[in-house]
């Protein structure tokens, strides 16, 4: 089953816009993890935020994750019209160790407008 | 360093048949993940792969099963095929099976079941 729910579905903005995209998630996690695939592509690792941060920054991405609210967000600064891809959000519970393997939203489509 | 390295790319195959998928993850890294991709269900996590044993196991039938080598090399194996199984198969190496481990991907394998 689905454990992260991004939102929105689809977002279409203009290049050099920010893009923001959240994630909701259920259980309690080890970390989440973000990813971006282009047109049914392989998976590109883009960050990961342990439990215990709060933010973290990787280039033009910030990441933010709150562990009261079981959410996190993905904000792309300056975005480009190579940003345009689905991006998923994807956590590693806590129970069991974290080895039942990740657990993947159902993504975001995100256009960039040239 | 090579990344994941997933064969074939695509394959179609007749329901009933079997099918075999081979993923070679990054040199060094230990843990292979399987994860099945369909528009409806998303991403799914098939099984996880440490050290030559199976670790972990997704809600999928017993007609999905996988090995890994000693070279940390592995296939996954899918018999009496449905049309369902038509998905794009990705697999994932990981240094280890820690929780804050990162997972890198492969490009996958669309598999087409006619």
């Known amino acids: 089953s689905q454990q992260g729910e991004e939102d929105p579905q689809a977002l279409s903005i203009q290049e050099g816009e920010n893009a923001t995209m959240n994630c909701s998630y259920k259980t309690s996690i080890n970390n989440l993890q973000w990813y971006r695939q282009n047109s049914g592509r392989g998976l590109v690792h883009l960050i990961l935020?342990?439990?215990?941060?709060r933010e973290k920054h990787s280039g033009r991405l910030r990441v933010t994750l709150d562990t009261s609210k079981k959410s996190s967000s993905l904000l792309i600064t300056a975005s480009r019209a190579a940003d345009t891809a689905s991006y998923f959000c994807?956590?590693?519970?806590?129970?069991?160790?974290?080895?039942?393997?990740?657990?993947f939203g159902k993504g975001t489509h995100l256009i960039i407008q040239p | 360093k090579a990344g994941v390295t997933q064969t074939p790319r695509y394959l179609i195959k007749t329901r009933g048949q079997q099918v075999t998928l081979s993923c070679s993850p990054i040199?060094?890294?230990?843990?292979v993940s399987w994860y099945q991709q369909t528009p409806g269900q998303g991403l799914q996590f098939l099984f996880e792969y440490f050290s030559e044993t199976q670790r972990n196991k997704g809600n999928f039938p017993g007609r999905f099963s996988g090995r890994q080598f000693s070279n940390s090399r592995s296939e996954m194996n899918v018999s009496t095929l449905e049309l369902g199984d038509s998905a794009l198969y990705l697999c994932?190496?990981?240094?280890?099976?820690?929780?804050?481990?990162?997972?890198?991907f492969g490009q996958g394998t669309r598999l087409t079941v006619v």
């Open positions: 935020i342990r439990s215990n941060e």
């Open positions: 994932a190496s990981s240094l280890s099976t820690g929780p804050n481990t990162e997972a890198f």
């Open positions: 994807a956590t590693a519970p806590v129970w069991r160790g974290g080895a039942d393997g990740l657990t």
């Open positions: 040199s060094g890294h230990r843990s």
